[in-house]
């Protein structure tokens, strides 16, 4: 799916029992999840929103379609752009939602700290930011207005204890990096390596390599450890579904069986839920796109009416394994 890098979503008159009610009273029927009053209609409700880079995977496509849709479904006044993964690109991308005047701004950002001083002139013109998916450098949390997303501190410590204990606490591993800087890299890389310093002190790290969230330099990366290493790897962890796909492309291309390395990744996608059916990969964690996108929506729009909302606002990520992949759908991305 391509987004383009500007889609202005048109506002709707809501229809409710027999007949079709006036932009007026669609402002009284504020939205059940909202948990007040809405100080104005949603179609008069503006928000800017940046996507990191939709045409990185398939997680990301998803967000920015549910994005798309989801702000279209309530009426808002809504933007959605792409800055291809570009920070520079972003931050004048923020510049102009600034300009705009905006009721509030959701930034999925591409760099830790890059975007700071954007996100400083926004909360200085009175413009709310929300980070979405991935914080933002401390430096700037003092500028944002909420946080909403995953804790991957937490599903790092989650792909470490499933792969420590699928190695039953000994063996040999290879890691799989997302882009260096990026936020959600360091904190999978660092709290993973946490965990497994901490619990289980007998695994070995042979090896850790970028792969910029990208599955086919995912697979080139594993086929170099597969090279270099050949069967000394036990295991192998991505910092995301789509390049553990890409480690389980070169593994196959190895020759190798199900099993014979144990792959774990953070962010389920639907080809992994298959993989670990198939018995390729050891286990990942449950990350909803759709959760993600309608969780940053929704608190965007409790700020821009006043409504008080925490500091950090969460999804759920469950370990998912083969002993209860059965009780998750499969993800649609």
């Not at 946490?194 to 697979?219: C, F, G, H």
Request: contains cysteine; negative net charge.
């Amino acid at each position: 799916m391509r987004i383009q890098n500007k889609i202005a979503l048109t506002s709707f008159i809501c229809m409710l029992g027999m007949g079709a009610m006036s932009v007026t009273a669609h402002a009284a029927g504020a939205p059940d999840w909202l948990g007040g009053e809405l100080k104005k209609p949603l179609s008069e409700t503006r928000i800017g929103i940046t996507v990191l880079y939709p045409g990185s995977n398939a997680y990301q496509a998803k967000y920015a379609e549910t994005a798309e849709s989801y702000t279209k479904e309530l009426g808002l006044d809504a933007t959605v752009m792409d800055p291809q993964g570009d920070p520079a690109t972003q931050f004048n991308q923020l510049q102009d939602m600034i300009s705009q005047n905006l009721d509030v701004i959701i930034l999925w950002p591409t760099s830790q700290n890059a975007l700071i001083p954007a996100v400083r002139q926004a909360a200085r013109a009175g413009i709310p930011v929300i980070t979405s998916n991935s914080p933002i450098g401390e430096a700037g949390r003092r500028y944002i207005a909420a946080h909403t997303g995953p804790d991957d501190c937490a599903q790092a410590e989650q792909a470490a204890e499933m792969l420590g204990d699928s190695l039953n606490g000994q063996g040999n591993i290879v890691v799989v990096e997302g882009t260096p800087g990026y936020t959600v890299s360091i904190l999978r890389k660092n709290c993973f390596l946490d965990k497994m310093e901490d619990s289980y002190p007998k695994i070995k790290i042979l090896a850790s390599q970028t792969a910029e969230w990208n599955r086919e330099k995912a697979q080139t990366v594993m086929e170099t450890f597969l090279t270099k290493f050949g069967d000394e790897i036990d295991g192998v962890y991505a910092f995301d579904d789509g390049m553990g796909l890409g480690v389980i492309s070169a593994l196959q291309g190895a020759g190798k069986k199900p099993g014979d390395v144990k792959v774990v990744t953070c962010n389920l996608f639907g080809e992994g839920w298959d993989a670990i059916k198939n018995g390729w990969e050891t286990g990942s964690n449950k990350q909803s796109a759709e959760d993600d996108a309608i969780l940053a929506i929704q608190t965007a729009v409790k700020i821009a009416n006043g409504i008080d909302v925490p500091a950090q606002a969460q999804i759920e990520t469950p370990k998912i394994q083969a002993y209860n992949v059965d009780q998750f759908d499969r993800p649609s991305w």
